[in-house]
């Protein structure tokens, strides 16, 4: 929660209920407020859920062309 205390200072104003403070370079451990963007719960989902939705579709990629090498 130390993630939204700081976002809160950075904005000026307490984070609604519905805000999320996102680590912009995935790293937790790093609440600088340049790190931090707020986003609104639904954003910050659908953001990490196209990310997901790359991340396998490049795993199938790289899948398929190690088979393609083992033939």
Do not use: C, F
Request: aromatic residues 2%; proline residues 4%; charged residues 30%.
């Amino acid at each position: 929660t130390a993630h939204r205390v700081v976002a809160a200072r950075t904005l000026g104003r307490p984070l609604k209920p519905n805000e999320v403070a996102h680590h912009e370079n995935e790293d937790k451990a790093d609440n600088s407020p340049i790190n931090l963007a707020v986003k609104s719960r639904s954003v910050h989902s659908a953001g990490h859920n196209r990310t997901r939705s790359l991340s396998k579709l490049r795993a199938s990629l790289r899948m398929m062309q190690e088979k393609k090498r083992l033939y």
